[in-house]
């Protein structure tokens, strides 16, 4: 019997209908994109009142895709951590609805181990713990020493803006639209990656693993708009454009690497697994497999629609139902960042 997943934590909606034997019989993801589109970012109430809107027949559609009864569902899982308080509230409140009326269990997830087990889902046979884990998103950029599904410890990440935040910044600065991460993709084809010098902070110091890209995203504003310059410039096209973009994301993609290859060394593990939406981005994918090649070890790499937030991810809840382990009606939210929710249990 099929397990009922749900995922509110930031600005997509989306349900999925997962199988014990982890086959998704339906995943569905209804995006905000263009909510936010106005604001260059996402605006917390906005989301949450698009979640209401939406969580429902979402849900519905997802239960319809399956071709399943609602009453087939097993159990309901939900993210419950880490994400925008509001957010996740309520796809809190439409699990537990659900399971209240069909009878059944309700089980909480982590949103960023639900990440790192998009990897698993995608690469169920070859998959190997312990692995280096990479969750680089729009609100987390973290690493961790992954044991198994549900034994995360974080070595380091980001120590101000999240990596998809400062793509987003980014795109905003550029002139670009929202989500940046894929218009800075698209913008950085025929760019020269080594145009701008643009920092890699913390990149050089193999004391941590942590990362840091509000330097970058300055250093980027100020090549855009020079402090003493003439005020307002119109936005870069053309070369110009191509240039900045392709530096941007490569000064990105270098702070990260740097630290999977160093977290990597540290620990002795021989696998990465790489999740949350900026492992779409193409350079980063083949960085991290060029890793791969080079240290001839696995690199687990979700496709595109499994990178970005989907509910199909929460087939992790799988992992301790199979155990009788679940939750109960004082399941609750963990708001916030990663650095705060990770590791709890
Ligand atoms: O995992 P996700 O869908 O939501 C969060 O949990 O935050 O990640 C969204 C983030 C956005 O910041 C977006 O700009 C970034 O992932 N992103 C990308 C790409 N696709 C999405 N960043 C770089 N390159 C991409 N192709
Ligand atoms: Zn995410």
Redesign the pocket.
């Known amino acids: 019997m099929p397990l009922l997943t749900i995922e509110s ?2 600005d ?1 909606t989306a349900a999925a209908v997962i199988a014990r034997s982890r086959e998704v019989l339906s995943s569905v993801v209804a995006s905000q994109e263009r909510l936010h589109a106005r604001w260059r970012g996402v605006v917390p109430e906005v989301a949450s009142r698009a979640h209401v809107e939406r969580i429902i027949p979402v849900i519905d559609e997802a239960v319809l895709r399956a071709g399943i009864e609602r009453r087939a569902i097993e159990a309901v899982a939900v993210a419950v951590r880490p994400g925008l308080v509001g957010s996740l509230l309520v796809g809190l409140a439409a699990g537990k609805a659900i399971a209240a009326v069909l009878g059944v269990p309700i089980v909480g997830y982590d ?1 960023i181990l639900a ?1 790192l087990y998009a990897c698993r889902l995608a690469h169920w046979e070859s998959f190997v713990y312990p692995c280096i884990g990479l969750v680089a ?4 950029t973290s690493l961790f020493l992954l044991r198994g599904p549900l034994d995360a410890e974080r070595l380091g990440g980001t120590i101000d803006d ?4 400062a ?2 910044k980014a795109a905003s600065l550029l002139g670009l639209a929202y ?4 218009e ?2 698209r913008a950085a084809v025929g760019g020269n990656p080594g145009a701008h010098r643009l920092p890699r902070p913390l990149a050089a110091d193999r004391d941590r693993l942590d990362m840091s890209f509000s330097g970058l995203k300055t250093a980027l504003r100020y090549l855009v708009r020079p402090p003493h310059g003439e005020g307002d410039r119109p936005a870069p096209t053309g070369q110009p454009l191509a240039d900045l973009a392709a530096s941007f994301q490569q000064a990105a993609v270098d702070s990260i690497v740097t630290k999977v290859e160093l977290a990597l060394e540290r620990t002795g593990c021989h696998a990465v697994a790489a999740g ?3 492992a ?3 350079l ?1 994918r083949e960085s991290l497999e060029a890793i791969g090649r080079r240290r001839r070890m696995p690199v687990f790499i979700p496709p595109r629609s499994l ?3 989907n509910a199909a991810m929460g087939a992790i809840a799988w992992e301790r139902l199979e155990r009788g382990d679940y939750d109960g009606d004082l399941l609750d939210v963990v708001p916030g960042t990663d650095r705060a929710a990770a590791n709890r249990p």
Do not use: Y
């Not at 998103?137 to 987390?140: F, K, P, R, T, Y």
């Not at 999240?162 to 935040?165: C, P």
């Open positions: 934590t930031c997509e949103h990440h998103s729009g609100g987390h999240a990596a998809g935040e793509f987003d989500p940046g991460g894929p800075i993709e949350g939406g900026v779409a981005n193409a980063l990178c970005t937030d």
